[in-house]
T-cell receptor, first 110, second 115 residues
Framework: QQPVQSPQAVILREGEDAVINCSSS?????VHWYRQKHGEAPVFLMI?????EQKGHEKISASFNEKKQQSSLYLTASQLSYSGTYFC???????????FGSGTQLTVLP | NAGVTQTPKFRILKIGQSMTLQCTQD?????MYWYRQDPGMGLKLIYY???????DKGEVPNGYNVSRSTTEDFPLRLELAAPSQTSVYFC??????????????FGPGTRLTVL
């Protein structure tokens, strides 16, 4: 079953913060976050493993709450380059398959 | 490393025509995947492969076929194109052995229109 992402869309001014959530009804091995610019392929941001860890990548970080089967992506002090659609991909089965959410469209305005 | 490459970049088909979308990776990855992405939507898994000679259906396999004769190549075949197959198709691959670092790497995509 597809994970649920929220919000569907968010508009920010440069320098503002945002949180994107990804929830699954299945027990997960891992959550993978990607960003996709219009007309391009998804680009990998980070992977979270079960165990409730938190990871960071520049001003983008994420957490994974194993009890709730929920991951959150945190974007701090957003930059124009952060604009795009963010997808979570959840891994719960075999063959390292990912099931993707429907995406969160992030727009950062100057 | 070129990573994951896909050809063609764009294609227009007429209803009922057939075509093969090519996907090649040079990272010696065992796992390969085909997704389709409809406008404004997420990625849906069509087929996947865990190694040469082994393929399996994903969420939306109807109307498609795949083969995996080598580690590097994973072509996707559309036999009788229908307007519902208008989409962007992405191929992806992963080594799959390191759960803490191995993620899927995507090719640039093929934009297909069926008229």
């Amino acid at each position: 079953q597809q994970p649920v992402q929220s919000p569907q869309a968010v508009i920010l001014r440069e320098g503002e913060d945002a949180v994107i959530n990804c929830s699954s009804s299945k027990a997960l091995y891992s959550v993978h976050w990607y960003r996709q610019k219009h007309g391009e392929a998804p680009v990998f941001l980070m992977i979270l493993l079960k165990g409730g860890e938190q990871k960071g990548h520049e001003k983008i970080s994420a957490s994974f709450n194993e009890k709730k089967q929920q991951s959150s992506l945190y974007l701090t002090a957003s930059q124009l380059s952060y604009s795009g659609t963010y997808f979570c991909g959840t891994e719960s089965g075999s063959a390292r398959q990912l099931t993707f959410g429907s995406g969160t469209q992030l727009t950062v305005l100057p | 490393n070129a990573g994951v490459t896909q050809t063609p970049k764009f294609r227009i088909l007429k209803i009922g025509q057939s075509m093969t979308l090519q996907c090649t990776q040079d990272m010696n990855h065992n796992y390969m995947y085909w997704y389709r992405q409809d406008p404004g939507m997420g990625l849906k898994l069509i087929y996947y492969s865990v190694g040469a000679g082994i393929t399996d259906k994903g969420e939306v396999p109807n109307g498609y076929n795949v083969s995996r004769s080598t580690t590097e190549d994973f072509p996707l075949r559309l036999e009788l194109a229908a307007p519902s197959q208008t989409s962007v198709y992405f191929c992806a691959s992963t080594g799959g052995k390191r759960i803490d670092t191995d993620t899927q790497y995507f090719g640039p995509g093929t934009r297909l229109t069926v008229l």
